[in-house]
C-alpha cells in the first residue's frame, strides 16, 4: 500500500479539477477522512490516486450499482443532477465503505488512461510542426496512448479558435478555444506517416466492453461532451486500431527507436504521462525519449508541465517542444486541451537533428 499521508498531499494539492464542482469537493473530503485516504492508497505505485478513486467510483455507479450518491453524478442522473451540498461528502464515504472490496479490486487492477481526445491537437500540431521543417515522411511515436484514440489525429475535425481543419465529415470533432493569433502552423499541411506507434503500461482494448466502460469513467460527471466524443472516437479507432506495444516506455521505447526507419524525422509525443511515472524512474523515462533522437531528427511535444500561466492569466499546462538539445515552453494550454495559448517560441521549433 502506498504512504498515506503522500495520497493526502496528493488530495489537498491536486490541480486542474476545475471542471467538475463535485471532484472540486470531494479533494478535499477525501484528504480529511483516514478510511478514504487508506482505500485511495490501494492505487497502483505511479498512478494519481485522486483519479484512480474517483474513477473506480464512477465506474460502479454507471454500471448500475443503486446509490443515492448517483444522484450527485450528471453523468447518470443527468440533467436532474443534485448539486453539491453538505451531505455529498457524507454520501461519498458511505458509498466507499459499502463497496470497499470492489473499489479495491477496480485499484488494484485499473490504470488511469485519460485518453481525452481533445489532445489529439498536440499531435497535430506536432505533425504541422514536423512539415513546417521538412517534406520527408515522419514516424510517429505517442508514449502513454492508452487505448490509441489521439493517434488518429489525422482523422478528426478539429476546430481551432475561428478556423476548421481535419475531415470535416468525422463524427469526432474536437473545439479548441484559442486566441486570435498567426503564431499556429497551417494544421492542414501535414507530413506524410511513415509509421505509428503508440507505448501503453497495459492498452485497453475497444472490442471489450469492460475496458471502454472504464476509458468512459475516467471522464468527468459533468463533462458530458467530452464522454460523447470518446464514445464517438472509440468507435471510429475500434475500426482500424493503431499499433500500442504493451510495456513501460523505459523498457520498450529503445527497442522502437532502433526498429524506425534510420533517418526519418522522429515526432514523439505524451500528454499527462510523465505524472504517472514514479519521480525514481523519470531520468529514465526521459532518457528513453531521447532515444528516438540518435538515428533521426527528432521533435518531442509534451504536455505536462505544471502550473504555467498563459499570456490571459489563466493557469495551466506547458507545452514544451525539444528539439535537438534546445527546450521551449510553446503553449499554454488547458490539461483537457479545452483551450490552447501559443507562444512566440512555437516559432523558433525546428527538428532536432
Known amino acids: 500500500m502506498r504512504d498515506v499521508s503522500a495520497v493526502a498531499a496528493a488530495f489537498r494539492t491536486a490541480p486542474g ?12 473530503v477525501v484528504a480529511q477522512d483516514q478510511f478514504l485516504l487508506e482505500l485511495a492508497a490501494r492505487t497502483r505505485i505511479g498512478q494519481q490516486p485522486t483519479f484512480a478513486l474517483f474513477g473506480a467510483v464512477h465506474h460502479l455507479l454507471l454500471q448500475g450499482t443503486p446509490d443515492p450518491l ?10 436532474h443532477a443534485r448539486p453539491v451540498d453538505a451531505a455529498t461528502g457524507p454520501t461519498f464515504v458511505r458509498f466507499c465503505e459499502t463497496h470497499f472490496a470492489r473499489i479495491a479490486a477496480i485499484l488494484a487492477t ?25 517534406s520527408a515522411p515522419v514516424c510517429v511515436v505517442e508514449v502513454g496512448a492508452s487505448a490509441g484514440l489521439n493517434l488518429h489525429a489525422g482523422s478528426y475535425a478539429f476546430t481551432v479558435g475561428q478556423a476548421t481543419f481535419g475531415d470535416r465529415a468525422c463524427p469526432v470533432r474536437i473545439q479548441v478555444e484559442v486566441p486570435p493569433t498567426d503564431l499556429l502552423p497551417d494544421l492542414d499541411q501535414l507530413p506524410a506517416i511513415a509509421d505509428v506507434v503508440g507505448i501503453d503500461l497495459d492498452p485497453p482494448d475497444l472490442t471489450d466492453a469492460d475496458d471502454r466502460a472504464w476509458l468512459r469513467a475516467l471522464v468527468w460527471p459533468e463533462n458530458t461532451r467530452q464522454a460523447t466524443q470518446l464514445r464517438e472516437a472509440m468507435n471510429l479507432v475500434a475500426a482500424n486500431p493503431p499499433q500500442v506495444l504493451r510495456g513501460n516506455a523505459i523498457d ?4 522502437v527507436a532502433r526498429a524506425l526507419p534510420p533517418g526519418l524525422p522522429r515526432l514523439v509525443v505524451h500528454t499527462a504521462t510523465r505524472i504517472h511515472v514514479p519521480a525514481e524512474d523519470q531520468p529514465a523515462f526521459d532518457a528513453a525519449i531521447a532515444a528516438f533522437g540518435v538515428d533521426g531528427p527528432l521533435l518531442h511535444l509534451a504536455l505536462e508541465d505544471d502550473q504555467r500561466v498563459s499570456p490571459s492569466g489563466r493557469p495551466g499546462l506547458g507545452l514544451t517542444a525539444t528539439d535537438g538539445a534546445v527546450s521551449r515552453t510553446i503553449a499554454v494550454a488547458d490539461g483537457h486541451l ?13 527538428l532536432g537533428s
Open 17 to 28: 479539477f476545475g471542471s467538475s464542482p463535485l471532484y472540486s469537493h470531494l479533494l478535499a
Open 70 to 79: 448517483a444522484d450527485y453524478y450528471a453523468s447518470v442522473a443527468g440533467s
Open 110 to 134: 485499473r490504470l488511469v488512461q485519460t485518453n481525452h481526445v481533445q489532445r489529439a491537437l498536440v499531435l497535430r500540431l506536432g505533425l504541422a510542426l514536423v512539415r513546417r521543417s521538412t
Open 252 to 255: 520498450v521505447a529503445p527497442g
Open 338 to 350: 479545452a483551450w490552447l495559448e501559443p507562444l512566440a517560441a512555437i516559432n523558433e521549433v525546428r
